[in-house]
């Protein structure tokens, strides 16, 4: 095994540099890559420019919270296991334990149906999403062919809304991409990040990544509303392309469909995750917090938030010490391409229903 003190720092060093980034970091994945850079590239000096673009490309190739995976690759290459621990607890936790007291708030309120102040905050989901979707749009759909599999992949939405349709969505992008999509040229430089993960530890956390992708539906099966709501939560983070903003329709199908969380309630904590720092994917820890089923409270949030963040973790540990040869891999890249412009197409469908359907009622 790799003893941590080969590392360059420690896991208080990783925990203080991100607590102070998880206080400050508001406007969503993008912003928050900018506030790493500034932070850890250009002031801590922890890596270079090539480096950490070399991370940024990588998280962009697997699913799970865009931000927290370059948070937690920054915290592993800086000071191991411990290290990308301590960049997940400290970058989330302000975001999670904010939404957390908002979820006992409301659980005391009761009934939010005719709450002018949740049409509020729903209201405001609809221009946050919006924006999203423009953002993205730019940024992954920025030609024809890919602009072509967005509206595709937001037709099928519309047509055969459900969590099955999701994933089939982006399985189905992701294969356009890999027939139709050419990648530019990609830089040939190697990757200048030092990555100290033994081979087996990236092997097993691969391993695991895919055991609980298959085997928590089937433990699931049984009953046992714990392991439904883990189960719920883990393919929430192991499906979604993206960043924050694309788990919603996800999230919303998960549990508003099956009856788990209020369509109201749902709404209102996605408008409240807007207005804290830190990762969007911390919403988990107010859904787990309201479910109406199965844990809830202080356990539910538990629960929900370590299930959304575990895939992504799983999968920087197994990928990360491979990052030259994922680079190197086009068929790869041009299959992503497809999935992310197929990412458009589903959060554009999540925009329409039921973003705008359930948060813009009135004039007003």
């Known amino acids: 095994m790799t003893r941590e003190t080969e590392h360059p720092g420690t896991a208080g060093e990783v925990f203080g540099a991100f607590l102070r980034l998880g206080l400050t970091s508001f406007g969503g994945p993008v912003a ?18 090539a480096a950490y673009a070399d991370v940024v490309a990588l998280s962009q190739l697997l699913p799970g919270p865009a931000s927290s995976k370059v948070g937690m690759a920054l915290g592993l290459q800086r000071a191991g296991g411990r290290g990308l621990l ?3 607890a400290a970058f989330t936790l302000p975001s999670a334990l904010a939404l957390f007291a908002f979820a006992a708030g409301v659980s005391a309120l009761g009934d939010l149906t005719d709450a002018g102040w949740v049409a509020g905050l729903k209201a405001a989901a609809v221009a946050v999403v919006a924006y999203a ?10 030609d024809v062919p890919r602009a072509a599999i967005a509206v595709v992949a937001l037709a099928v939405m519309l047509a055969f809304p459900g969590p099955l349709a999701q994933v089939g969505v982006i399985v189905g992008a992701g294969l356009l991409g890999l027939l139709v999509l050419r990648p530019p040229p ?8 030092d990555v100290r993960v033994p081979r087996r530890a990236a092997l097993a956390s691969g391993v695991v990544f895919v055991a609980l992708l298959v085997g928590l539906p089937l433990l699931a099966r049984s009953g046992d509303p714990t392991v439904g709501l883990f189960d719920t939560f883990y393919r929430s983070g192991a499906l979604v392309f993206g960043g924050g903003h694309v ?3 996800l999230l919303e199908a998960q549990t508003v469909q099956p009856g788990l969380v209020a369509p109201d309630t749902f709404l209102a904590g996605y ?3 807007q207005a804290v720092p830190g990762p969007l994917f911390s919403v ?10 199965g844990p809830s409270g202080a356990l539910g949030a538990t629960i929900a938030l370590v299930a959304i963040f575990l895939p992504g973790a799983l999968l920087v540990v197994a990928t990360l010490p491979f990052l030259a040869r994922v680079r190197s891999m ?11 412009a197929g990412v458009v197409g589903l959060l554009a469908a999540a925009l329409w229903d039921p973003v705008i359907a359930h948060g813009v009622t009135s004039l007003a």
């Open 133 to 142: 979707v423009l953002g993205m749009a730019r940024t992954l759909t920025p």
């Open 32 to 49: 928050h890559l900018g506030y790493f850079r500034e932070e850890l590239v250009a002031r801590r000096q922890w890596l270079d420019d």
């Open 271 to 273: 408008g409240a995750a």
């Open 330 to 340: 086009h068929r790869v890249r041009r299959a992503i391409m497809g999935a992310n």
């Open 247 to 249: 788990v919603l329709p």
């Open 86 to 88: 301590a960049a997940w």
């Open 284 to 293: 988990a820890a107010f859904l787990g917090a309201v479910t109406t089923t």
């Open 186 to 193: 990609l830089d040939a430089r190697a990757s200048t990040l």
